[in-house]
């Protein structure tokens, strides 16, 4: 079964620094892979998607990531942190809903809260 | 502009009461999914449905049942409400061309306190 595992669940980082939220994924198929954001009170919207092709994605607000499938990663990156950044970020991973079906759900992380500090 | 409404954002209930939590998607979409989410648990699906009138299990749907009479409107109902269902519910869509790799868009969530 896939499933996805974020490593910190709390994240502090000061404005202007690298940004790295890490994601490491299960998958017994070539994984579809998803980071998305939720701001407070608000509910996740999509920050990118790697589902074939280049390895190195990019998504809105200056993130990408990048899958390495020899590490089992996909670790979210910013170079320069800002303070509208300040939010949860979830990893999640594309599954069969049940086995031998055909339909998918997103199976999600725990979670890492950002905080980005003056 | 694509949108996700649900439509109470806070609820207090009792234990024992029936409660609704309705979601509405304008965006004609046939997948919809009820997560709950929780503090160090993320997202966990409670029910999903693949177009009007179906629906599939998720990973915790005890305590829980949908209904999809209508294809923009997706209802979760707790028939007996109890207090280890407070929580954070949230409702999304999918547009089923988009397959394993569509985005969900979500609602803003409800919150439910049960007392």
């Known amino acids: 079964a896939q499933s996805v595992t974020q490593l910190g669940s709390h994240v502090s980082v000061s404005e202007g620094a690298l940004v790295l939220l890490r994601c490491n994924y299960s998958?017994?198929?070539?994984?579809?892979l998803f980071w998305y954001v939720q701001y407070p009170n608000q509910g996740l919207q999509l920050l990118l998607k790697y589902t074939t092709g280049a390895t190195l994605v990019k998504g809105i607000n200056g993130f990408e990531a990048e899958f390495k499938k020899s590490e089992t990663s996909f670790h979210l990156t910013k170079p320069s942190a800002h303070m509208s950044d300040a939010a949860e970020y979830f990893c999640a991973v594309s599954s069969p809903l049940n086995s031998g079906g055909s339909n998918y759900k997103l199976t999600f992380g725990k979670g890492t809260l950002l905080t980005v500090n003056p | 502009d694509v949108k996700v409404t649900q439509s109470s954002r806070y609820l207090v209930k009792r234990t024992g009461e029936k409660v609704f939590l309705e979601c509405v998607q304008d965006?004609?979409?046939?997948?919809m999914f009820w997560y709950r989410q929780d503090p160090g648990l993320g997202l966990r699906l409670i029910y999903f449905s693949y177009d009007v009138k179906m629906k599939e299990k998720g990973d915790i749907p005890e305590g829980y049942s949908v209904s999809r009479e209508k294809k923009e409107r997706f209802s979760l109902i707790l028939e007996s409400a109890s207090t280890n269902q407070t929580s954070m519910y949230l409702c999304?869509?999918?547009?089923?061309?988009?397959?394993?790799?569509?985005?969900?868009?979500f609602g803003e969530g409800s919150r439910l306190t049960v007392l």
């Open positions: 999304a869509s999918r547009a089923a061309a988009g397959g394993t790799t569509g985005e969900l868009f």
């Open positions: 998958s017994s198929v070539p994984p579809y």
């Open positions: 965006m004609d979409h046939e997948n």
